[in-house]
């Protein structure tokens, strides 16, 4: 028995040592000086020898200190790989030792926890490897690295997850590779006998680590001293310059969401007044035309379509096929109104922009990556349904995939829709590659039409599914790029299934054109698509890390299509972001405004943009929400009154939000 046990080590440490010198090419690929391949073929020799080191007093206290020291920088080496990175990436000597120190502080609480050192590394080791490996996929099939709040939406991840193929690469197996060597050193000490040092070794643990966690949640100290904060804009950029461990962990401090500065629940009603000084509405702003004040009650459907955009707005390319033949067709006609939509999200993150278009709120004033629904929905929420409701509309959310994402079944039931339907409620339903098809998405919204209540106008809200992530299927590909160098497959799987959604939109269209009850129609994405960087890199004719942060924005632009069967103002509108859209769908349909509304149609005057990735004002000006500039005020006030209406339900001020000012403190 004690041979097979001593056998199986010996035969896994083996089996990685050959896999890890057949990988050579894939190491040398990450790190030109061979530095990780060494140090995988160093830890698997050191494996085997360990084998047959023998116990004497001296050298297990040398490989207890050894251990101490080393499993700490190796977890981090594994963690660094997985996220593309190698330690010497990260920049200065500092951040390498704030994240060996975030290690050990990990370490610690489980030594407190279970008083043993072998366990607290042990349980380390797999926590932070399984964090490292998360992280990497995440970062493949988002483009985003893993994030604290990303915990809470896991049964949505889940949900696509067998979407898409998870392979074995060389950073899986470097980080085996560092879990072996690891359990190797701890299983070689032999166990400590307890005595009353280990009284004194928790004590000293527990004081340590509880005044370096109130220190850094309570205070911030970190924060000056050390600049230990996020970068918001970039995440992905953050946990490669300073590390993904202390960037995750930094992040975990915003799980709370601060009040905004100078925030005063009082103040709020003569702030909002104070910033209404036009009644100039969105659509008289952009297009020099006012809406339609005659209609009345109109059907209004919103369709937020799954990575719905036009990537010209990168740079211009050429097909063989037109891929949104049908909305470019539209763009001199009569009552459509076009253009781009400025969003905070890329390849994922769909229920945010949802969140910005039916509250009017933005994810500027939330910490970049963080999830609205998922994080911060908890209760009542005024918005577009609820606008609606109070105006007798029926309020209809549909959204052909799984019912649970996103906290979605809570969410639509906070904003007032009267009911939700999901794919766990619809049957016979029409697939394009893995997900229902926009063709029978926008059928079933026109069978839901003629079965509605003829007593109330009809609202609904569809969330589509058809294109939808990954474009690697190679089930459609038959629009393809004739004018770049590159070869681009996932790009031209993209294409194809949006051509589709344009031909299922030409067919909802001309259905409404015969209807008699006046009707309007608004598409648009909720964000572009993931797909090869290489492609967004031939457009901009630089490398993404080379990007400005206002070329890198242009990357969060989708497009937006509204028609109407009745007269409204046409034309083309390039600002504008997703918390103005609904305000915009609102005047074109002549339906009642709240005091929130009419205070972004104001906003809207100055600053057309205002996104996680930026604002961009009425001049065309590129900035930062929080930099100092004439607009700063303006939009601390925007700040406030969202924070009032995302967060506080007891404090809210439901006259500002609402078109009954029921429960109004």
Partial sequence: MNKLRRLIPLVITAILLITNIYFYQDYHKLDQTN??????????????????????PKIDRFVKVITILLVPLLIEMAVELCNNNLLSDIEGIGNVFVNYGIILLIAMIFYILFASMKISFAITTVVLCIFGIANMYVKQFKGIPLLPWDISVIKTAAGVASNYQLTFNVQILFTLTIINIIFALLFWLPNAKKTKLQILYRTTCLFLSAAILITFYGTNFFQVTLGATPDFFNQARGYENYGAIAEFFVNTRYLSLEKPHGYDVKTLATQLKENITSTQTITETALGQR????????????????????LQVIGKFET???YLSFENSMKDDKNTI?????????GTGTSNTEYEFLTGNSMAFLPIGSNAYTLYEKHTQPGFAMTLSDQNYSTTAFHPYYKENWNRVNTYQYMNFDRYIGMEDI?????????????????????????????????????????????????LRDVHITSMKGDYPQTEEY????????????????????????????????????????FYEELYGKSLHDLSDAENQRRYITHFFMWANYDIPSGTIPYISANYLSTLLAENANVKLTPYQNFQQNIYQDVPVVSALGC???????FVYGDENAHSNRLQTYAQLAYNNLIEEEKRKNELFTLLPTNSK
């Fill in 35 to 56: 530095t990780m391949f060494l140090i995988a073929i160093i830890v698997s020799i050191l494996s085997i020898i360990l084998k047959w080191l023998p116990h004497k």
């Fill in 291 to 310: 809406p339609n004040a005659t209609v009345e009650h109109p059907n209004i459907i919103t369709i937020m379509n799954e990575a719905f955009s036009d």
């Fill in 320 to 322: 063989d096929k037109e």
């Fill in 338 to 346: 076009q253009g781009n939509v400025y969003v905070s999200t890329i």
């Fill in 427 to 475: 049957s016979n339903y029409q697939k394009l590659r893995n997900y229902i098809s926009d063709e029978w998405d926008f059928q079933h919204i026109i069978d839901l039409y003629e079965q509605r209540d003829t007593a109330k106008p009809f609202f609904m809200f569809n969330v589509t599914m058809q294109n939808h992530s990954p474009y690697n299927t190679g089930l």
């Fill in 495 to 534: 294409l194809s299934v949006i051509r589709r959604s344009d031909m299922a939109l030409e067919q909802l269209v001309n259905y409404f054109k015969n209807v008699s009850e006046p009707t309007i129609i608004l598409m648009y994405g909720d964000h572009q698509p993931f797909i090869e960087d290489e």
């Fill in 616 to 622: 961009i004002d009425k001049d065309g000006n590129y």
